[in-house]
């Protein structure tokens, strides 16, 4: 279930050429602030380990759409923020999800899609406990 709803996401996304997965980095960069965010903080609000984040902002660095750089206070340290064309990329993906998100609804029928969203909630709890 989660791949055909990742695919039908990621169809409706392929016009910015970017993917699902992508896009939640994007928005988890954001929700950060202009401080930015350390690759852990992204790994815990992402539920991902350290190494798959960073491999995950590599091609979203190159595309301009994020910078990373040392944090301030600890070289070793690297802090994520996004650039102002990741901001442009976010309210363009925006609409796009919307549409996803209702033809998601229409074909798996919303009680269905209510329900899964209680189980994802539900895994990724017990995956922070």
Not at 6 to 31: C, W
Not at 77 to 106: F, M, N
């Amino acid at each position: 279930m989660s791949r055909l709803l990742t695919r039908m996401f990621d169809a409706e996304l392929r016009e910015l050429g970017i993917q699902t997965s992508q896009l939640s980095v994007l928005v988890a960069v954001a929700m950060h602030g202009a401080a930015g965010a350390r690759i852990g903080s992204l790994a815990e609000h992402l539920v991902m380990d350290r190494t798959t984040v960073t491999r995950s902002i590599r091609p979203l660095e190159k595309a301009g759409l994020i910078r990373v750089s040392p944090a301030r206070d600890d070289a070793r340290a690297r802090v994520v923020t996004l650039t102002r064309a990741g901001e442009r990329q976010i309210e363009a993906a925006y609409p796009l999800w919307e549409k996803a998100h209702h033809v998601a609804r229409q074909q798996l029928g919303a009680g269905r899609m209510d329900t899964l969203r209680v189980h994802i909630d539900d895994v990724i709890a017990r995956a922070e406990a």
